[in-house]
């Protein structure tokens, strides 16, 4: 990009960053599936305190928002720099149109972070309704093991089809 103008591929690379950090805020929603959702321990912590249920599961919510948050913006701060240098400059010259690339770009990434978080917060609550709580206790450390291998596994193969690798020949059907 910094020699020659860009010619429409950079959304396919700016697709895969996306999809990179998607599949990093699932990894990191599951592995912080015990802090989702308010337990016994929070309860008893918080319940001699003199708040209210709505304020505990206000507060966890806001919490769990901020965390989302900062993960994502942290992820994209070095992708957001690095396009909005390289690639507003082919359309114009103007700050305001760069400061409005970084803005597009970060607002994306925090978008797509906290939808695989809250997909992520759908399958434990939906997992968590079907088997009942003591149920869900027992079969919850396989489900996230199993979710994690396929998440690592997804980065593997979202990585190999970006660097056009041919270690996966049947990923060039499409």
Known sequence: ????????????????????????????????WEVIFLDK???????????????????????????VGLCALSMASLSTFVFAFHLPRWNSNSISYGLKYCMAHSLSILGACFFMF?????????????????????ISIYFRG??????????????????????FPFSKFY
Do not use: H, Q
């Open 1 to 32: 990009y910094y020699i020659f103008p860009e010619n429409g591929r950079s959304w396919v690379e700016k697709a895969y960053i996306i999809t990179i950090f998607m599949i990093l805020m699932g990894f990191i929603s599951i592995l912080e």
């Open 41 to 67: 321990r929070d309860f008893s912590n918080l319940c001699p305190l003199p708040i209210g249920p709505r304020t505990m599961f206000l507060s966890k919510f806001i919490s769990l928002c901020m965390f």
């Open 118 to 138: 809250f997909v992520s917060v759908f399958f434990v609550g939906l997992l968590m309704t079907i088997l009942g709580y003591r149920r869900f206790e027992k």
């Open 146 to 167: 199993a979710l994690l291998v396929a998440f690592v596994i997804l980065i593997f193969f979202v990585l190999a089809e970006s660097f056009g690798s041919e270690i």
